[in-house]
């Protein structure tokens, strides 16, 4: 399961998504979770599952892989799933003449918001899969540079975002080579009660932390020796520049979003 989080991970592919603009992919993602919680019915919500599909077939990125990073979540959609089903009470009655409660619709809105949760953790997952960590850094440094005038260290604040991404993998790698280790040792992981189980998560949890304390140290410790000292007369590289084509995803997002608006106007909301 652990192997199956793909958070933070770079797929390299040559697509138009890859090129966009970082700040204008991430006002994207921003955009899209606002209007994916302005979905009132299953018709909206098709029109950003759409495009959602159509910006995952322009990145060139496998659908396999974006299925790979829903795998962690199938709990909680899970959970959610029941709650809705068995919470709401309106609507008519599917089982009449039995103790199960169960209506059309709490089945309408537990399929719903199972949607609605697989559609924004694939359209997060985009971002991170077609954008490069460093240029994420720079793009979340520049949304964010009015902030200097409050004297917040921006630069910091992205750097910290970037590297928390970047070493989830790592970090993942860590527990399972931790865990393999104490099996070896012939820890019992899987079985017993929930108490002994999680008494036995213990001596996996102590390394893992001293572990990532290590590395931490380690990181700051090389990032002193090459005289890093933050953003002040930092120069890059590559200037990140706004093009035409950087334009057109904003325009589709907005006909999208006029869509949706008069889609919850003229249909029946579900929520």
């Known amino acids: 399961m652990l192997s199956d989080i793909t958070i933070g991970q770079y797929y390299k592919a040559d697509s138009f998504v890859h090129r966009l603009d970082p700040r204008i992919k991430i006002i994207l993602t921003i955009w899209f979770i606002v209007i994916i919680f302005l979905c009132k019915n299953f018709l909206s ?8 599909v159509f910006s995952i077939l322009a990145s060139k990125v496998p659908f396999k892989t974006f299925f790979k990073s829903l795998k962690p979540i199938i709990p909680v ?3 959610t799933t029941i709650l809705n089903i068995f919470y709401i009470k309106d ?3 599917l089982f009449p003449d039995t103790f199960i409660k169960i209506t059309d619709l709490g089945l309408a809105t537990a399929f719903f918001m ?14 991170t899969y077609t954008t490069v ?6 793009a979340i440094e520049k949304l964010l540079s009015p902030l200097k005038v409050f004297h917040i260290e921006v630069h910091t604040f992205a750097m910290m975002m970037t590297l928390a991404l970047r070493f989830i993998p790592t970090l993942i790698e860590e527990i399972e080579r931790i865990t393999n280790a104490q099996k070896a040792r012939g820890a019992d992981l899987e079985n017993g009660k929930l ?3 999680v008494k036995a998560m213990i001596p996996i949890l102590i390394p893992l932390f ?3 304390f290590m590395r931490a140290s380690e990181l700051a410790f090389a990032m002193s020796c ?3 000292r933050g953003g002040n007369g930092r120069t890059k590289m590559k200037q990140m520049k706004l093009s035409l084509k950087d334009i057109v995803p904003l325009l589709i997002f907005a006909v999208f979003t006029v869509g949706v608006v008069l889609v919850n106007k003229y249909f029946n909301p579900i929520i």
């Open 195 to 197: 108490m002994q189980r």
């Open 133 to 138: 960590p460093t240029m994420l850094t720079d």
């Open 91 to 93: 609507g008519n009655l």
């Open 114 to 127: 199972s949607v609605r949760i697989i559609t924004l953790i694939m359209c997060s997952s985009l971002l």
């Open 77 to 79: 959609i899970l959970f």
């Open 45 to 52: 919500l098709a029109l950003m599952l759409s495009l959602v």
């Open 226 to 228: 090459r005289c890093y």
């Open 210 to 212: 001293v572990s990532a």
